[in-house]
């Protein structure tokens, strides 16, 4: 198993119960420009503007206003990663090859179309189910 961590400092705006809902201070991980770095937070950037808060666990019992570090195996954002970018990606592509195979360029168009359309949904369903997966999910590991 990989004991590696990826962090991310944040700020902690509501406790509730074990969780708390935590404001963070930069977009992705912040290792863009590491090997191995996913590039996700040039793409966050483009797309959200407003504050990240995300809710995550609260295992040292942070409070509202407590500067905090966040912490994700490592393997887990890559993988989320990959799924999120390659998979429809790649399901694009080969709907649109597929397509090509039927019927020359508005049907490669179609089956891009539905390539990516079903990746999406594949996409969200799946998180759906994997939703309470604790073991990879982000948590509070200290305060600064």
Known sequence: MNTELS?????VRAVDGRFANVEVE????????EKGGCGGQQLTQMFCSGPKIYRVENEIGASVGDRVTIGV?????RRTANFAYVLPLTATIAGA????VFGGDF????????GLGAAFIYV???????A??????PY???RP
Do not use: D, P, Y
């Open 7 to 11: 962090t991310i400092r944040a700020i």
């Open 26 to 33: 930069q977009g992705g991980c912040g290792r863009c420009h």
């Open 73 to 77: 195996s490592a393997g887990s954002v």
């Open 97 to 100: 090859a597929l397509g090509t």
């Open 107 to 114: 049907s490669a168009m179609i089956g891009g179309g539905i």
């Open 124 to 130: 969200i369903a799946r998180s759906r189910r994997k």
């Open 132 to 137: 309470g997966n604790f073991a990879e999910s």
């Open 140 to 142: 509070i590991i200290s």
